[in-house]
């Protein structure tokens, strides 16, 4: 962050056209609604002016969001949160945890700006504030102290959590003004194989879903990912083109489902696994990590119910592949077909049997990458703002998967 | 028939599928023109990509111009591309959609062209899993329209089903809807020969705008205006919709319509059904249209010696449009020397209910006005008591304006006072705006696509039903009639390019009000 000297008198054109193009400017602390509003008074007041260099802007807000990361994320972050607020005009409250032998919280404000859809006359603009905390420890409240006297009553408000080291105990403060939680559970971890940390790190990642989710509406980003699977698997089951006899379920031996990215696609497949067997009302028995087909770590599991139905769940790393759920493939114990769910160009293209469906992928970004990858970042924060109620479907997942995590490690212990 | 999947499949619980489509069968009568290229495949395509339509899917067109499938799906790619550039266009995608798009080249006055039809959609019906069910959709000249209807019954494809029966097939009629009173009850007696009310959409595309839509939202939804939503509360209601646009090449269909037909009977009469009606008992289709028919019910009637104190026309000349000159009505093609078209109308209501009793509601509607835009002002009554001395007694004391703006930009804007900062206690007055672009990011589905989708999931509350057709077109019959009786002798009366004639302002101008400048 560029430290720029604290405003003190009116800020000159400089300074506004400054702040209306995306820099920041440092504010005291106590004096961020203050410095806020004097920046668009004079912006407002100025705008139309011949010799000013900027057009009028509109300020808007419909929401709230606050995003708490670490300071080594501060930039991709920031950058994250100035793409939703051209979709999403809301207040944009960066909440950072920076290491630093002396404890003390700086603050500074910025806005986004861009001009409305065909016309150039006009921008509309959302503020972005940026409150840095740095210490030896970190200390939740005191941040939270300073961030939600900055939430804009009466609009609904989100917490992104970014940081990579969260716990319920950090997200609380927050949350105790903050109606909704948005997390991603997506392991970051670029690695060949998936690392214990990084099981460790998915596995507490859901257990804060779990425990938040009882007072607060959490949202997954790994889960939405997974939205259009999970339709176009339960649609095999009605009675177009691929249709599967739902008393079929009962007779689902095997699933595997196929991942790309390694460790960076893992938390997607499980999900989806755990999705289906929580649907099945089975639970997981056993689990554990082998080596599978060229060296590839593959996860079993064996899953049962008190109606005697034992699945077998396997969850593949595929060699190359985009990041996320690439396959998945289920055989019935009352019959020789399979189920086939794969990536066809813009598509999911469900099998069975000699038939096949087609099943269109919702988000944009699937397009330009034929048909592959997950949704961007923007297109799942657009899902999440449209879905904003509790989903007790993800959490019975959530909990099964973390209990499945747990069963592995007792296995390596 | 969702619930009992969710009972049975207990993977679809959870899942955002509560806009069901039934897969079936959409076949468009005059597939060749220019509404199914401009509106009604791009809206389908949107509704695709977006996972909403079954995957038992076939779309037919059909019109007099012998073409192959193939010729018909690269004609529709083509003008996908062109009319609907906001639309993700992907080969692959397109691919999969085009291949449930047929064509078959039927003259739809002649009797054969239904047994192609008929035999085509079996084919069809048996290779896409579509079982039989069928929407007609015709987007014709409205004079095929009977012989359209009438063919399909012939042939066994359009039947009557019972009230409580799913009304399959379905037959969706774009506007106009008849040319006068007499001819829409005529239409209607021979649709309902041959089908039940609940199997008909009439489309006014109008009512699949979001802001429109909205109107029901903003007044139901929340508990503080409805209270003021009366004549105790509301002194005057404006509707305006102002056009720069002529007629654009459809001279010779506007000449026959005019102002009244176009815009008025149809698109107007609904809003102002939207903004006066009680609030319905339920969000269902019959409960709003229930409330919606009421209000026309409620316009006192126009009266032949009274006609002129009500309602105004105009027809515009030469002028000039964002600084460019246009010509006057009577000189645009294909449109007569002296045709009495008024392409601009004023009306004022009145409306004779317990809410709404003495207060004016004036429309207005006009091609090549100053500037293009639709709104609905609600102007409510001064403060009963000028209490501050800083508001100058010899400036008229304003009062609130809500305004609901449907075009150009939607949104939403009430006229407040407020103290100037100063010594004295200056009253100002402001505007609180919201604009809907600035606070919704995501695309806004278009009118068409919103109104297919209802059709196709079998949600009439956003088309017009058969008593608000004939009662819209029962106010306005006296006043066609009049005007066709007296032709106008001082046409054109307005310029191109200005507010439309005099004669509108001094209508307004008769209760003590103005038009709003906008
Ligand atoms: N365009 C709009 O934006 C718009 C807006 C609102 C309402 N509407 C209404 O929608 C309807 C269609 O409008 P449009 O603009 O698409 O009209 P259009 O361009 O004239 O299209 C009508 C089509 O019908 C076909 N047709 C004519 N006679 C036929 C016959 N005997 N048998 C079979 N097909 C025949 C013609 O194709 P062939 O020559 O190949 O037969 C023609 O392309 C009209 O009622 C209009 O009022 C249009």
């Known amino acids: ?413 | 028939m969702i619930e009992e999947k969710v009972l049975e499949n207990p993977l679809l619980e959870g899942l955002a599928l509560e806009r069901h489509v039934d897969s079936l069968s959409f076949v468009i009568f005059g597939a060749h023109g220019d509404l199914t290229k401009r509106k009604l495949v791009p809206a389908m395509y949107a509704l695709f990509l977006q996972g909403l339509l079954p995957r038992g899917f076939v779309l037919l067109g059909t019109s007099r111009t012998p073409m192959t499938d193939e010729a018909f799906r690269i004609l529709m790619r083509e003008s996908l591309i062109k009319f609907a550039p906001d639309l993700p266009f992907e080969e692959d995608s397109w691919t999969r959609f085009a291949s449930s798009l047929y064509y078959r080249a039927t003259d739809s006055s002649k009797p054969e062209g239904y047994e192609v039809i008929k035999s085509t959609l079996a084919e069809l019906d048996s290779k896409h899993g579509t079982k039989g069910r069928h929407i007609f959709y015709l987007s014709t000249s409205p004079s095929l329209y009977l012989p359209i209807v009438q063919g399909l019954a012939a042939s066994g494809l359009v039947t009557k089903v019972k009230a409580t029966e799913p009304a399959w097939p379905r037959v969706v009629i774009e506007k106009p809807f008849g040319h006068d009173l007499a001819s829409s009850i005529a239409l209607d007696e021979h649709i309902h020969e041959v089908m039940r009310e609940h199997q008909v959409y009439r489309i006014d595309h109008y009512l699949g705008k979001e802001t429109v839509q909205n109107i029901m939202v903003f007044r139901f939804a929340n508990g503080i205006f409805e209270p003021l939503w009366n004549r105790n509360h509301i002194d005057h209601i404006q509707i305006t919709n102002a056009e720069t646009i002529g007629v654009e090449g459809r001279g010779a269909y506007y000449q026959e319509a005019g102002a009244l037909r176009d815009m008025i009977q149809n698109h107007l009469l609904q809003l102002l059904a939207l903004v006066l009606m009680e609030p319905p008992i339920a969000m269902d289709a019959e409960a709003t249209r229930d409330e919606k028919i009421k209000v026309l019910r409620c316009l006192k009637p126009l009266k032949p010696n009274t006609i002129d104190r009500y309602a105004v026309r105009g027809q515009y000349g030469a002028g000039f449009i964002v600084g460019a000159a246009v010509p006057g009505f009577r000189e645009e093609e294909s449109v007569a020397k002296d045709a009495p078209t008024p392409t601009f109308a004023a009306l004022k209501l009145e409306v004779d209910n317990w809410r709404w009793a003495g207060v004016p509601i004036y429309i207005r509607s006009g091609k090549r006005l100053a500037k293009s835009v639709t709104e609905v002002a609600v102007h409510f009554k001064k403060a009963p008591h000028r209490l501050f001395d800083g508001e100058q007694s010899d400036v008229e004391q304003q009062e609130n304006v809500l305004v609901m703006q449907i075009q150009p930009e939607e949104g939403i804007s009430l006229k407040f006072a407020t103290k100037q900062p100063g010594p004295t206690t200056m009253v100002r007055w402001l505007n609180m705006d919201f604009k809907y672009g600035t606070a919704f990011g995501a695309r806004t589905p278009t009118a068409y696509e919103r109104l297919i989708l209802d059709c196709l999931i079998g949600d009439p509350s956003l088309f017009a039903r058969t008593d608000f057709v004939e009662a819209s077109w029962q106010y306005i019959e006296p006043l066609l009639e009049h005007w066709d009786n007296q032709k106008p002798a001082d046409f054109p009366n307005y310029k191109a390019g200005s507010w439309g004639p005099k004669a509108a302002d001094d209508l307004i101008g008769s209760t003590g009000h103005a038009w709003r400048k906008l």
Request: net charge negative; hydrophobic share 45%; aromatic share 6%.
């Open chain 1, 1 to 413: 962050m560029s430290s720029m000297p604290v405003l003190k008198n009116a800020p000159d054109e400089g300074r506004i056209l400054s702040f209306l193009s995306g820099n920041l400017a440092q504010v005291d602390v106590a004096k961020i609604e203050k410095e806020l509003t004097r920046l668009w008074d004079s912006a407002g007041r100025a705008a139309g002016d011949e010799d000013v260099a900027w057009k009028p802007v509109i300020r808007a807000c419909a929401l709230n969001m606050v995003l708490l990361c670490e300071e080594e994320n501060e930039r991709k972050f920031a950058g994250l949160l100035s793409e939703i607020t051209v979709r999403h005009p809301c207040r944009a409250i960066l909440a950072v945890i920076a290491q630093a032998p002396v404890e003390k919280v700086e603050a500074w404000v910025t806005a986004h700006c861009h001009f409305l859809p065909g016309r150039l006359d006009k921008q509309m603009c959302c503020e972005q504030i940026s409150v840095k905390w740095s210490g030896a420890a970190f200390v939740s409240t005191g941040l939270a102290s300073v961030v939600t006297p900055l939430v804009i009553p009466e609009l609904p408000s989100w917490l992104f959590a970014g940081s990579k080291q969260l716990t319920s105990a950090v997200m609380e403060p927050f949350l105790s003004y903050l109606d909704h939680l948005l997390m991603d559970s997506r392991i970051q971890d670029a690695g060949d194989t998936i690392s214990e940390g990084a099981l460790a790190a998915l596995s507490s990642n859901l257990q804060i879903a779990i425990d938040l989710a009882e007072h607060t509406v959490v949202v997954d980003l790994a889960w939405l990912t997974i939205s259009a699977w999970r339709k176009a698997i339960a649609l095999a089951f009605d009675n177009t083109d691929v249709s599967i006899l739902p008393t079929r379920l009962k007779a689902v031996k095997t699933i595997t489902v196929q991942y790309g990215g390694q460790s960076q696609g893992f938390s997607q497949a499980l999900l989806l696994a755990t999705w289906l067997t929580t649907r099945l009302q089975l639970t997981p028995q056993n689990a554990e990590f082998k080596e599978g087909l060229d060296n590839r770590a593959e996860l079993t599991a064996v899953c049962s119910n008190k109606g005697g139905q034992s699945l077998t769940v396997t969850l593949q790393a595929a060699e190359d592949g985009a990041i996320g759920v690439n396959g998945f493939e289920m055989a019935f114990s009352d019959g020789d077909d399979v189920l086939n769910v794969d990536f066809s160009c813009g598509a999911l293209k469900v099998t069975n049997n000699g038939s096949e469906e087609f099943m269109e992928l919702p988000w944009s970004s699937s397009r330009d990458k034929n048909g592959e990858g997950e949704p961007a970042f923007t297109e799942l924060v657009d899902f999440a703002f449209e879905h904003s109620a509790k989903d007790p479907i993800y959490l019975a997942a959530a909990k099964s998967a973390n209990d499945l995590l747990k069963l592995i490690n007792r296995a390596s212990k």
